[in-house]
């Protein structure tokens, strides 16, 4: 069993900045891709940014391109989204989830966190 932690989210302006963390117990996340999602009301639960078992490969929506960078700590067996340049859009629940796929697929991850709240204002 697997437990994920969600931290960091918060209150920006547009244009801010916004590291998101999440911290795992109960076992290790290295065998894991790991992905950030993100929920807005009224819409369905969306794709963000992943990262594979082994930190080699990464994945990104089109639109958080160029701004958000996913990583992951093994030694903190944790994962991060540094998510730059923010816009009003991004305002969502964030979520961390950890999957045995490759890409972490919202209705297939085996593990979710209970999400943290990202908004940007304009």
């Known amino acids: 069993q697997v437990q994920l932690v969600e931290s960091g989210g918060g209150s920006v302006q547009a244009g801010g900045s916004l590291r998101l963390s999440c911290a795992a117990s109960g076992r290790t996340l290295s065998a894991y891709a790991m992905g950030w999602f993100r929920q807005a009301p009224g819409k369905e639960r969306e794709f963000v940014a992943a990262?594979?078992?082994?930190?080699?490969?990464?994945d990104y929506t089109d639109s958080v391109k160029g701004r958000f960078v996913v990583s992951r700590d093994f030694v903190k067996n944790a994962v991060y989204l540094q998510m730059n340049s923010l816009k009003p859009e991004d305002t969502a629940v964030y979520y961390c989830g950890a999957s045995s796929q490759w890409v972490p697929n919202p209705k297939t991850n085996n593990y979710w966190g209970q999400g943290t709240q990202v908004t940007v204002s304009s």
């Open positions: 990262i594979s078992w082994n930190g080699v490969s990464t």
